[in-house]
């Protein structure tokens, strides 16, 4: 049911062509992908906290492209463009979320098959 869902979501991709979205905007997705994903690296293996990481990850990526755009806005051009903020912050969330579902699971199995033999 899960291979159906997605085969017939995919299909209606190439009908979606209401939103245009510049190369500008693809490069703050992936500033916000790398500095959330390597926020989250450093406080994970700071804290080993799954939910810390999420929160200081996406806010790292929200932070950067907030200052960059305040800086572009006021000091530059004179325009604050809310869309590359919000670029920023959508590359950090799918890192963020990324890391929180795959990271940490090999050690909580292992742990369970040592008290299964054990």
Known sequence: MKIFALLLALSFVN??????VSEDDTLHFGA????????YAYVYTKTKNK?????YSLAA?????FSKEFYDGHIID????TGEMIATSMGGLVASTTLQ??????????????????
């Open 15 to 20: 009908f979606c062509n209401a939103q245009f």
């Open 32 to 39: 916000g992908f790398i500095i959330s994903g390597g926020t």
């Open 51 to 55: 939910k810390k990481a999420f929160w």
């Open 61 to 65: 990526s929200t932070l950067v492209g």
């Open 78 to 81: 004179g325009r604050f463009d």
């Open 101 to 118: 579902l795959f990271v940490g699971k090999k050690k909580k199995e292992t742990l369970k098959k040592v008290a299964i033999v054990n």
